[in-house]
């Protein structure tokens, strides 16, 4: 499956942004997705997951209560809408597959949107 996120920007503190995930290639419904973020200099992180139904979703406690992930199966997609952003948010957003379960390494990586959040 091929995978490409948009949506990043610059945004002030407090602010939001929405990122899609477009995919390609194999059935998407078939594929639990995740967002994975990269801060400079340090490790990519999990940031958030939905099952391949929907019906799941899973948050990293830094984002809990400020981003949410969606998707809709129609038309090969997942978001990540992501409130009350703050600097240390800023990172390179990355879509993520998983060819099995949430929790294991994804299978499948988009190339990466910036974000940047300005205090």
């Known amino acids: 499956v091929q995978l490409q996120a948009s949506g990043g920007g610059l945004v002030q503190a407090g602010g939001s942004l929405r990122l899609s995930c477009a995919a390609s290639?194999?059935?998407?419904?078939?594929?639990?997705m995740g967002w994975f973020r990269q801060a400079p200099g340090k490790e990519r992180e999990f940031v958030a997951a939905?099952?391949?139904?929907?019906?799941?979703?899973y948050y990293a406690d830094s984002v809990k209560g400020r981003f949410t992930i969606s998707r809709d199966n129609a038309k090969n997609t997942v978001h990540l809408q992501m409130s009350s952003l703050k600097p240390e948010d800023t990172a390179v957003y990355y879509c993520?597959?998983?060819?099995?379960?949430?929790?294991?390494?994804?299978?499948?990586w988009g190339k990466g949107t910036l974000v940047t959040v300005s205090s």
């Open positions: 290639g194999r059935t998407f419904s078939s594929f639990a």
């Open positions: 939905i099952s391949w139904s929907g019906s799941s979703t």
């Open positions: 993520a597959a998983y060819e099995f379960a949430i929790g294991t390494m994804p299978d499948y």
